[in-house]
Each structure stands twice: as structure tokens, then as C-alpha cells.
């Protein structure tokens, strides 16, 4: 089968070093805990692509270039796995292109998380995660893994020592909720953006300018995303995670960024294409944080 290219059916694939974003398919499936399917998600998220208008929010990020990898190899051990999805983030910063990755499983993550983390050090310019998700997934490990998707912020905080701040989590553990208080992770669960709602600077002042978005697409309620292996009830809604983005953004500038989990349900369009646009939203406020001008214009 042919690969699909992100919103070919608006615009011509670019060439990697022509590219603002690389999108990067990585259909890992190894540690999900309820539901499968993640490994088609992907795939499914490219087809949906097809489907979407050449604007998002005002801006066209694919006139600034999509780059479609190959899908990672997502076979043998998670650590191959881990090095050749941040082989190919690397890539995609030395063509000085956002990182955009698509899964598979949420552990994924820490192959981008690396290559930043990596490139970080050299210029000696911190970042931080900003997460949506329904769960904390910060748990030391997970029926003796610690790669497992339920582990992949612990790594990142633990093992790379990023500052992190939560969106819409609703099903957590007491060990990840002391885990929150080691590593001083900011929080907006679901239930408190509910009743109290986000304040106007949702993230710390101390919080870097550089930021990497991970969103699993189970912190959006499961009426809205069903398609996922772990569907939780009481999550957010586009428009609350869009007005989210949007705050997090502002003053900000987005490094990279990662769409996780779609497990699709053959026939239920609707979920495959919300993941399809909100990676395309994704991008657009990327372009945003990196073109101030052009976000004031649209």
C-alpha cells in the first residue's frame, strides 16, 4: 500500500528539508492495558486527513510544508522502538521542522522527548510538556514495565527532568498523585477545569518558553473520542481543549508535539477525523508561536 501523506488531497508532500513540519508515523502497540488498536491509529489519522479543509483557525500550516516520514519500524524491543523514533525527531529539528508525531501507544513520546531534550542541552534551551490526557501516566512502572504507556511521564520528569503541566486528567493512582508533589507537576484535572475553570495564566511563571504538546486523545471525553483504548468519561470538549491550547500558546513557542492512542473503530469516521483536526490545529498553533505576525493577521 502507498503511504499516505498528511492533507495530500490540499497539498503536495514536501521535501524533508523544504518542510516546516514533519509528521512522523509511529504505530507502536506493545503495552496497552485495555482496548487495542493503537497500532492502526496512524495510519487512519493520515486516510482522515484527507478530509480536511486547507485552514485551520485561520491559518494554513501546509503552506508551509508537510513532510510525511515513513512509519517507524515499531517492531523488536522498546528501546530500538524508542531510538528510531528519536533518530527521526532529530531529523526533523536538523531541518530546523517541527516534530509531529502520531501514534501508537503514548509511549512513543520519549523518542521525541529524547531528541528535544537532547537538542535542548546543546543550545542550552530548556522546554516543557504540556499533556492532555485522562490519566497522569506517571507511575514509576507498570506491570514491570517502565516503558509502558502508563510510565511515559514519569520518564519525562524522572529521567529527563522536564517540567510538566496536565490537562483534563480524571483516573489516577496515589502513587502518581505523590508523584505529582515530588516532581511539582502542575495540574488542571478534569473535574477542577469543570467546576473552577482556567485561570487566564494556567502555567507557571518559571515555566519555559519552549514548550512540547502531548495529547492523548482520551482526555477528550469518551462521547467526543470513543476511539481510544482507554475511554473515560467526564473529559473535555473540543472547544474547551482548543480554548486550553490557545492560552498555554500565547507568549510560548511550540517545539514539538505528538497525537496519541487513536485506536480506530472501522466505520466511526467522526473519531478518526477529530484526531486528523486536532493535529492540524496543533499545527497551526504551532505556526502561531513561531510566526507572531501571522497569527495577529488571520
Avoid at 53 to 76: H, I, K, M, R
Amino acid at each position: 500500500m502507498d503511504q499516505q501523506h498528511f492533507l495530500a488531497s490540499e497539498y503536495a508532500p514536501a521535501q524533508a528539508g523544504e518542510a516546516a513540519f514533519h509528521i512522523i508515523p509511529a504505530p507502536l502497540e506493545r503495552s496497552v492495558s485495555y482496548g487495542g488498536g493503537a497500532a492502526r491509529g496512524p495510519a487512519a489519522l493520515l486516510a482522515a486527513s484527507q478530509q480536511l479543509e486547507a485552514w485551520e483557525s485561520g491559518l494554513a500550516p501546509g503552506e508551509s510544508g508537510f513532510y510525511t516520514a515513513p512509519a517507524v519500524d515499531c517492531s523488536g524491543a522498546v528501546e530500538a522502538v524508542l531510538a528510531r523514533i528519536e533518530a527521526a525527531a532529530l531529523h526533523a529539528l536538523d531541518c530546523g521542522a517541527v516534530p509531529v508525531l502520531l501514534g501508537g501507544e503514548h509511549s512513543v513520546s520519549l523518542g521525541a522527548l529524547r531528541a528535544l531534550a537532547r537538542r535542548a542541552r546543546e543550545a542550552g534551551e530548556p522546554f516543557g510538556v504540556i499533556q492532555f490526557d485522562a490519566h497522569a501516566d506517571l507511575r514509576a512502572e507498570y506491570e514491570g514495565d517502565p516503558f509502558s504507556h502508563a510510565c511515559v511521564m514519569r520518564r519525562a520528569v524522572a529521567d529527563l527532568g522536564l517540567p510538566l503541566a496536565q490537562f483534563a486528567v480524571r483516573d489516577m493512582s496515589r502513587e502518581e498523585a505523590e508523584a505529582r508533589r515530588l516532581y511539582n507537576v502542575t495540574h488542571y484535572d478534569a473535574y477542577f477545569l469543570a467546576r473552577v475553570g482556567l485561570p487566564e495564566q494556567p502555567l507557571p511563571g518559571d515555566f519555559p518558553r519552549h514548550i512540547y504538546i502531548s495529547f492523548d486523545v482520551d482526555g477528550l471525553d469518551s462521547s467526543l473520542m470513543p476511539a481510544t483504548g482507554t475511554p473515560s468519561p467526564g473529559g473535555i470538549s473540543w472547544r474547551e481543549a482548543q480554548f486550553i491550547l490557545e492560552r498555554c500558546v500565547r507568549g510560548r513557542e511550540v517545539v514539538g508535539l505528538d497525537v496519541v492512542e487513536l485506536a480506530p473503530i472501522p466505520g466511526l469516521h467522526h473519531a478518526d477525523f477529530t484526531a486528523a483536526k486536532l493535529t492540524h490545529l496543533l499545527m497551526a498553533l504551532a505556526l502561531q508561536s513561531r510566526s507572531p505576525l501571522q497569527g495577529e493577521d488571520a
